[in-house]
């Protein structure tokens, strides 16, 4: 068992005197494998149960995709305890609130209460993971619910495929290049015996973290956890073997349609290293470099001095194995996409061959800094925090030390990171068009 007791720190930033209080907690292991992490809080009578299973959607078989992202609905049917349909009902009429959300890395679930119903959320959260009710009847139920939301959140949306579209031509073998949320005939084709062994594959206590924060006894909740989640049998370890991308060295130019949009949209897109790697901390700055608030660089010359543009973004989407780091553009009036992708470049290049200012530069870390009090001003943000840091990054500690990778972050480090991945020959250049461009073709 660690415990980590950590002093106040203060983080003073532009314009804003914030103070982060460093976080303080306990992880141990149980002996079925769970990885426990406690965090107490006594200020407010709220606590957050919530366990982060290391399942996501590229784990999955070709022909069987999407199902990390039904489990995330079908694992609130029901178990041997809770009755059909019941589990929300439970929750609000004890004072709580929950939800559950599905990546590519990772599935999370979580239950906010108050205090004194820390039990509640800490049984309920052991019943999805030993008793789980997996019924042709749940799966079929839950299988539209999902083609309900791919309809809503994709198919219908505006620019709702466009991720998609970027990541099938950015990713040939690795699974990021099907969607998160799968295709439906995947689902529909699947067997409730398959789903029965995902579930025994994936949801075991030594493929999961469980995290509790706020207002709790640490003795009285080592016994509550003890109690319940103790008991469930440990699972097979858990082991990937996820294929390796060729490094693309030729630009890719690719087209994708969408019949819920008028206006078309140009991608950037370019394949980055993992999460744990310092340069994606890089990224993240690039991208508030480029397009985060008005006086940003993209911002400011696309959508205000040139009026090209309409909106204009650049993101760094974090995942375990491989990031995506696109800058996304809507043209206005006459402006083409060649003249958008031409003026994007024209500030990356700026970025791969000269040092941004000094001023530019403490901008970013003051975003940083705020970034970081934020993320943890919150019982809830917290386990989240807790959870993926153990999980996904492999050390709980960087609640409290993140901050310090952005501190350590030069402008000579931004230049070399941009001249290593964000060159014209590493990308996918996706012209996304309104449908009925595609007769025209």
């Not at 870390?365 to 990054?393: C, M, T």
Request: glycine letters at 6%.
């Amino acid at each position: 068992m660690i415990n980590k007791i950590k002093l106040t720190a203060c983080a003073l930033i532009l314009g804003v005197s914030g103070i982060a209080q460093e976080v303080e907690f306990t992880e141990y292991d149980l002996d079925n494998g769970l990885h426990v992490i406690l965090h107490q809080d006594n200020t407010a009578p709220v606590v957050t149960t919530s366990v982060m299973y290391h399942v996501g959607g590229k784990d999955r078989q070709d022909g069987r995709t999407g199902f990390a992202h039904f489990f995330e609905h079908l694992l609130f049917e029901g178990t041997e305890n809770i009755p059909n349909g019941k589990w929300f009902e439970i929750v609000s009429s004890n004072g709580g609130t929950n939800n559950a959300n599905t990546s590519n890395d990772r599935t999370y679930y979580y239950e906010i209460f108050p205090s004194n119903n820390l039990e509640l959320g800490l049984w309920m959260e052991s019943e999805r993971m030993m008793h789980p009710i997996i019924k042709q009847k749940g799966v079929d139920t839950q299988n539209e619910v999902v083609k309900e939301e791919r309809r809503l959140s994709y198919d219908n949306r505006p620019y709702g495929n466009l991720l998609q579209a970027v990541s099938s031509n950015l990713f040939e073998k690795h699974p990021y290049k099907d969607p998160n949320v799968g295709y439906m005939e995947d689902l529909d084709a699947a067997t409730l015996e398959e789903f029965k062994n995902y579930f025994d594959k994936y949801y075991a206590p030594n493929n999961a973290v469980l995290v509790v924060a706020g207002d709790i006894d640490i003795s009285k909740t080592k016994k509550m956890i003890q109690d319940y989640f103790g008991p469930i049998p440990k699972g097979n370890p858990v082991v990937r073997d996820m294929p390796k991308e060729t490094p693309i060295t030729t630009e890719i130019k690719a087209t994708a349609y969408d019949a819920n949009i008028q206006l078309p949209a140009t991608v950037l897109g370019y394949r980055t290293p993992s999460f744990t790697d310092k340069d994606s901390y890089v990224l993240n700055m690039i991208s508030d470099y480029l397009s985060n608030g008005n006086s940003s660089k993209l911002y400011k010359k696309l959508v205000d001095d040139k009026k090209e543009a309409l909106a204009v973004q650049a993101f760094n989407l974090e995942q375990e194995d491989y990031g995506m780091y696109l800058i996304f553009a809507i043209p206005q009036g006459d402006t083409s996409l060649e003249t958008l992708n031409s003026d994007m470049e024209e500030e990356i290049a700026k970025i791969r061959t000269d040092l941004i200012s000094e001023k530019d530069f403490q901008k970013l870390q003051n975003k940083a800094e705020n970034n970081y009090v934020n993320s943890n001003s919150s019982v809830a943000g917290i386990a989240n925090s807790l959870a993926s840091n153990y999980l996904l990054y492999g050390n709980t500690e960087l609640i409290n030390e993140e901050i310090n990778i952005y501190r350590s972050i030069t402008r000579e480090d931004i230049k070399r990171v941009a001249k290593e991945y964000l060159n014209p020959n590493q990308r996918v250049v996706l012209e996304y068009l309104p449908k009925a461009e595609e007769a025209k073709q």
